[in-house]
């Protein structure tokens, strides 16, 4: 006769006094632990997502209006672009070292260091007293988003299960969106019924609440000896990495991104008050469409990358978006150019989500984090070259100018990603396949 025996979970507790201490769990027991530790990583999840989303609408609140402040001044458009390209500076110039520090001392202390500079920051910007000062804190305020998003996204990473990375950084990307899509809303219209500093000190409070919101409810995460000994592919040269036809595309796609995105953003704003006449508000409102857009299809077009081929997805998102430029200086309606906006930012999220679900895949075997730091990197690069390069058109050919150069720079970006994909597939070494697991 058989003796059924209980299945039980073995947990070793390690050595106290000398003897190995054993526990041993029931099933139930064991079960409950899961549901416990699954509810916590829930919790963490849900903190940081509604952290990551209030910070990026307080960063939002401030782009209608950073133009026309600037404007205040009395700057040229390649002074406007120089302000706008500070932000990225310190973006490209501290990633890498920044993410690496994480390492070391935990991601929570570095999210807190920066949410609390982004709410000094607000207050030198109401300080501010010649477009040279108010570089100088944009340069600030770039290097305090450096110590958050990034960073929060390194958490969720640390906390993911294997095999839900790409749905899981999606759902943090349109928390991401969904916060800056508000924020140019809101910040248009504090503006509008009060005054710049209005809007300024809304990011400064909005940050604070973010603050205490990962204080109180993210889990501290110091001494981090196991996440740094399982991101040893960081080591690997980016020499190396940078060879890989995939890599390049990614590089290629997330600097043009970069380029178009935020010239347009930098010069829609003078566009629409000088030429068309609207006030703050109007231009927060056209702004916050392309990131609610952004925020709204991220979710579902990350399923859908892991259902289907993604090359045809980003051939698709990374040609349509910039080519919406061109008709941006003929669109005079409200209406017209919110529907615009929403066409471009949909168009964005369905190239961006295959590509991120790629950036993910191939971070298991070239480096996680050296992945993402590139991808952000590349980011930053083309937000401090556009906003430039667009001044400097906008100065010789006026500020309508600066739509079709964009799209230009962003199809030649879509062709070096078409290239480079395109390349790495004929080549045998093919594109990581999506699942079809939901």
């Keep these: 006769m058989r003796t059924a025996r209980r299945r039980s ?259 829609y704003p003078l566009f629409a008050v000088s030429m068309l006449g609207w006030n703050e508000a109007e231009v927060g409102t056209v702004l916050s469409v392309y990131f609610f857009a952004g925020g709204l299809f991220q979710i579902p077009f990350g399923y859908l990358a892991d259902r289907v081929r993604r090359y045809p997805q980003v051939l698709v998102g990374s040609i349509g978006a910039p080519l919406l430029l061109v008709v941006v200086p003929f669109v005079r309606g409200m209406w017209g150019i919110i529907g615009v906006m929403f066409a471009m930012g949909a168009l964005s999220a369905l190239s961006r989500a295959s590509v991120l679900a790629i950036r993910t895949e191939l971070g298991r075997t070239h480096g996680m984090a050296t992945l993402a730091g590139l991808h952000g990197s590349s980011f930053a690069l083309g937000q401090m070259v556009g906003p430039m390069a667009c001044g400097a058109i906008a100065d010789v050919f006026g500020a309508g100018a600066v739509f079709p150069f964009g799209s230009v720079v962003g199809l030649v970006g879509s062709g070096l990603v078409s290239y480079w994909l395109s390349e790495r597939t004929a080549s045998g070494d093919e594109l990581p396949k999506p699942t079809t697991e939901l």
């Design 9 to 267: 979970a073995v947990r070793r507790d390690g050595y106290r006094e000398g003897v190995l201490m054993v526990v041993v769990r029931s099933d139930s027991q064991y079960a409950e632990s899961r549901m416990s530790a699954g509810r916590s990583m829930r919790g963490t999840f849900a903190s940081l997502f509604v952290a990551v989303a209030v910070a990026m609408l307080g960063i939002g609140i401030i782009a209608p209006i950073l133009p026309l402040y600037a404007d205040t001044f009395g700057a040229s458009g390649f002074a406007i672009g120089g302000v706008f390209a500070a932000f990225s500076v310190s973006r490209a110039l501290l990633g890498p070292w920044v993410g690496r520090f994480s390492d070391r001392v935990g991601r929570k202390r570095i999210m807190l260091a920066g949410l609390a500079a982004f709410s000094v920051i607000s207050i030198l910007y109401m300080l501010a007293g010649s477009i040279w000062e108010l570089a100088v804190f944009r340069f600030f305020q770039g290097a305090a988003s450096v110590m958050v998003t990034p960073i929060a996204q390194a958490y969720v990473g640390d906390i993911t299960p294997q095999g839900r990375e790409g749905r899981t950084m999606n759902l943090l990307y349109a928390a991401m969106f969904f916060g800056v899509a508000l924020g140019p809303l809101l910040g248009g219209q504090l503006t509008a019924l009060w005054s710049y500093h209005a809007a300024f000190g809304a990011m400064g409070g909005l940050s604070l609440v973010a603050l205490l919101l990962v204080w109180r409810t993210v889990p501290s995460d110091h001494g981090r000896r196991a996440v740094r000994q399982r991101e040893a592919p960081e080591l690997v040269p980016l020499r190396r990495i940078l060879e890989r036809p995939a890599v390049k595309g990614i590089v290629a796609y997330f600097a043009t991104r970069g380029f178009w995105r935020q010239g347009f953003s930098a010069f």
